[in-house]
């Protein structure tokens, strides 16, 4: 019997939990404005009312993409077993659509009209939607071409996400070098989480890097990215990428020499909340945010879908 849809299915349509993703790059901006322009500390519990109004204005605009995304995807999610709401019918892509179009109004309207968010991060918010826009939606569905996908993935969070959180704690435009560790650290996950969904993308008929490439080459170039962030870290001397991109290498390294879905699941499972825990230790809201989030996912899938997605 299909399940009927109650609010808080809405709410994880906006997927808090690849959200996470999103904040973290939002929060590595963050980082780099106070690193280049103010004091940083860590445990720094000043809480910056800017930073977590943009950035909630930021998920919802960026929620309703995923939203979209999900419109467009759902018969790759139910081969992959990754999403239930609107494979299974329990929340229909009429009312997707009506939620798409509210979220993404409000997280627009959130930085038109408050006159303490520059026009830059306006800017950035518009070509945030463009870029997820031709990702998601047919006819562009950057997802389904080779390199356009990982292009969009990298300028998208990496670069636009950074950049955001970057202003929102000042009004200067950086030096968009600084973000290299972040640009090849994403690229390098982004590979591998392709890898991950090879045969369900496949059957499908998507076209994505990974299975452009296939396993092989992509786990080489994944490897080589990883490298090359911890690099430009280094020769930054980035303290938080020459930590995370040290310690994600090791993973990247291990899954190019074995090869198996267990290792390359690690080198996206066991990476991307590392750099959100260092994240967490300098900002401490953030990491609470994360806690909260992960917390309530938890509950929320086992509940609802008698699904562990841990």
Do not use: H
Not at 146 to 164: E, M, Q, R, T
């Amino acid at each position: 019997m299909k399940k009927k849809s109650i609010f808080i299915d809405y709410l994880f349509l906006l997927r808090p939990t690849i959200q996470v993703a999103l904040w973290t790059f939002y929060f590595i901006g963050v980082y780099l404005g106070y690193r280049d322009y103010k004091e940083l500390k860590v445990l720094n519990f000043n809480f910056d009312f800017k930073v977590y109004y943009v950035l909630f204005a930021y998920s919802l605009l960026m929620g309703g993409i995923y939203i979209l995304n999900q419109i467009t995807d759902i018969e790759t999610d139910r081969l992959n077993k990754k999403l239930f709401l609107l494979p299974e019918g329990i929340i229909s892509v009429k009312n997707a659509y009506i939620t798409f179009v509210i979220v993404v109004l409000v997280g627009f309207t959130m930085v038109f009209f408050n006159f303490r968010v520059q026009k830059t991060i306006i800017v950035l918010f518009i070509i945030s939607f463009i870029m997820g826009y031709l990702y998601s939606a047919k006819p562009f569905y950057f997802k389904s071409r080779p390199f356009l996908d990982l292009f969009s993935n990298v300028v998208g969070y990496a670069f636009v996400a950074s950049l955001i959180g970057y202003l929102s704690v000042n009004d200067s435009i950086p030096n968009f070098t600084i973000f290299l560790p972040y640009i090849f650290s994403m690229a390098a996950i982004f590979i591998n989480t392709t890898i991950l969904d090879y045969e369900g993308d496949k059957i499908v008929g998507l076209k994505t890097t990974g299975i452009f490439l296939g396993i092989k080459s992509s786990l080489i170039l994944s490897t080589i990215f990883m490298l090359l962030a911890f690099i430009f870290g280094f020769y930054y001397k980035d303290f938080l990428a020459i930590i995370t991109t040290s310690y994600s290498l090791i993973f990247f390294i291990i899954s190019l020499i074995f090869r198996k879905e267990k290792f390359i699941k690690w080198s996206v499972m066991y990476t991307s909340p590392f750099v959100s825990f260092s994240l967490g230790i300098i900002f401490p809201y953030f990491l609470i945010l994360c806690a909260l989030t992960l917390v309530i996912s938890i509950i929320y899938y086992k509940e609802r879908f008698k699904y562990n997605i841990i």
